[in-house]
């Protein structure tokens, strides 16, 4: 598969007091936090008065995608290069450290691939369905902004691309891992490249708002025995859908 491609995109926008990238989707220094129970997402905004916008934000996410505005938008070019895989089980998901040289451009600005991980089921949704899985690629800019592509997963002939990352899920949370073998984040997006665009935030405590999202309209597979793998570790890791509020979300998909 070609290690960069053009796809349609919205311009992204700055970010004000974002926190690090390393938020999305992992551990963050204040009140413990999980998926469910009295740690879980609805109860986010008040387990630490930095989490706040977990409950106050109107630009959160994710969203379930069911009405798009569809449309011409400007071009994000990807340039992706193999990695090594820095695997770890961080206690919320499993996220592979993305090695420096692969980044995003967006009008002429630079977005760095920082890391990739996993959410199951899917935590956007479309027309109120889930997917099995979704994927999200992490990129930051040199000034902070970030910009995620999120990829859904769907049952379906097993992902060869992911194979070498399988064979080392961690069970248990826990250091990086340096495995010998590589992967290339350009094999985990789906042959059509066709996108959502909308503006939200971190889906994971302190739900910092100003992240661009691009979420791909087609999914990729992975075999029902690699979902059951990434399942059997992460026994759900998905924030329920937020209000889409006054925000548009923009396609350009051709309108169904």
Same mark, same amino acid.
């Given at each position: ?56 934000? =109107? ?6 995608? &069911? @009405?798009?505005? +569809?449309?011409?938008?400007? !071009?994000? $070019?990807? %340039? ?43 935590? =956007? ?6 997917? &099995? @899985?979704?994927? +999200?690629?992490?990129?930051? !800019?040199? $000034?902070? %902004? ?32 340096a495995v010998s073998a590589r992967i290339n984040a350009a094999d985990l997006l789906p042959a059509q490249r066709t ?62």
């Open positions: 598969m070609r290690t960069a491609a053009t796809l349609a995109s919205l311009s992204l926008i700055p970010l004000c007091g974002v926190a690090p990238v390393g938020l999305l989707a992992q551990s963050h220094h204040g009140a413990h936090w999980t998926y469910e129970g009295e740690t879980g997402p609805a109860h986010w905004g008040s387990l630490d008065t930095a989490f706040a916008r977990c409950a106050t934000g =109107h630009a959160q996410s994710p969203i379930d995608i &069911a @009405a798009p505005t +569809h449309g011409t938008l400007p !071009s994000i $070019t990807i %340039r992706y290069q193999p990695t090594r895989i820095n695997v770890l089980n961080n206690g919320h998901t499993i996220q592979v450290n993305y090695d420096s040289g692969s980044a995003v451009e967006v009008d002429g600005i630079r977005y760095a691939l920082i890391q990739f991980h996993f959410h199951v089921p899917s935590e =956007h949704t479309v027309g109120g369905k889930p997917a &099995a @899985a979704e994927l +999200h690629l992490v990129h930051r !800019s040199a $000034t902070g %902004r970030l910009a995620v592509i999120g990829v859904l997963i769907e049952p379906g002939a097993e992902n060869a691309a992911l194979a070498p990352l399988w064979a080392h899920l961690p069970a248990k949370a826990g250091p990086v891992q996108t959502y665009r909308y503006d939200g935030s971190l889906t994971t405590p302190p739900c910092s708002e100003g992240v661009r999202w691009i979420v791909m309209t087609s999914p990729i597979t992975l075999s029902q025995q690699q979902i059951n793998s990434l399942t059997a570790i992460l026994h759900g890791n998905n924030r329920p859908v937020q209000p889409l509020d006054q925000r548009t979300v923009t396609s350009d998909a051709a309108a169904q």
